[in-house]
């Protein structure tokens, strides 16, 4: 069975129950923010932000009002993040579920670069065992609560929701009941299912009063991200990446090569401190 949620955007009431409880069931903790003209709170996705109520004003039936919507890592059935991870951080379970190790990461940030959905970030936590830098990367997402529903429970954020605005169930049948929604109250919801079929169909999704356009969910095809012709933009061990010749007399690109050579042997002595830590054997270069 591949499990899936549904958000009824009709019945969301912002109460910021579900990013709560992602937060409390992660032990992620708050952030300091400023007013910054919404109600989104943060603005964004951050790397101890997995789940996010945003608000939008709307019109709906010649009338303005806000219209809800919960982001997070959506789950895709074909996930562009793990076809592009040189180190294997991602992981699709059985269930579907798209879980992380996310201190395997090096920093590369590709899976950031081909995601739909802008959902992968950086926590960057102090290491002064590393060298040219104390810090090291580990990438943070959402995981569908893989610990929960691996024993019997609903995810933390569907949980907490009291409006049953969040659904958790096989993927399959909740299709069967957005469509059912639909054909009952024909002029309570647009006819699209989001997340159904974007991006070649996500475990997410979504039942909407308005366009999904005008809450900012990014439009995207049917297909799958097509990664095969993806070239990497970071240099580390086992990639090459095409570069342009370096004039010796253009001080901005030295530097710039310079700063990428740094930031290579800092992964690289990242990948070594981390094997050191579980007793695999790194050869000489």
């Known amino acids: 069975m591949s499990v899936g949620a549904l958000i009824d955007l009709t019945r969301c009431i912002g109460c910021r129950s579900c990013q709560v409880a992602c937060k409390s069931w992660n032990d992620n903790p708050g952030e300091h923010t400023s ?26 039936k010649g009338a303005v009002r806000l219209v809800m919507s919960k982001i997070q890592c959506m789950h895709c059935l074909n996930p562009a993040c793990i076809a592009v991870c040189p180190e294997q951080v991602y992981q699709k ?6 879980t992380l190790e996310g201190d395997k990461c090096i920093g590369c940030q590709n899976c950031m670069k081909v995601c739909p959905f802008s959902v992968p970030h950086i926590n960057w936590v102090d290491n002064p065992d590393l060298a040219f830098v104390n810090v090291e990367p580990q990438m943070t997402k959402c995981i569908f609560c893989f610990d929960r529903v691996s024993n019997g429970m609903e995810p933390a954020c569907i949980k907490a929701c009291p409006t049953d605005a969040l659904v958790f169930g096989d993927r399959d049948e909740l299709l069967v009941e957005a469509r059912r929604r639909m054909a009952k109250f024909p002029g309570k919801y647009v006819d699209h299912i989001y997340g159904e079929k974007e991006v070649g169909g996500t475990a997410w999704m979504y039942l909407s009063p308005v366009p999904f356009e005008a809450l900012g969910f990014a439009s995207l095809p049917n297909e799958p991200i097509d990664v095969s012709q993806y070239k990497p933009s970071y240099l580390y061990p086992g990639i090459e990446k095409e570069r342009e010749p370096v004039s010796p007399v253009n001080i901005g690109v030295t530097s710039g090569l310079l700063g990428l050579l740094a930031g290579a042997a800092s992964i690289i002595a990242l990948r070594q401190l981390r094997m050191k830590k579980t007793d695999v054997e790194v050869p000489e270069e």
């Open 35 to 60: 007013f910054w003209g919404t109600y989104d709170n943060p603005p964004t996705l951050t790397p101890t932000t997995w789940s996010l109520i945003k608000f939008a004003e709307v019109e709906v």
């Open 93 to 98: 379970e059985e269930n579907g579920i798209v």
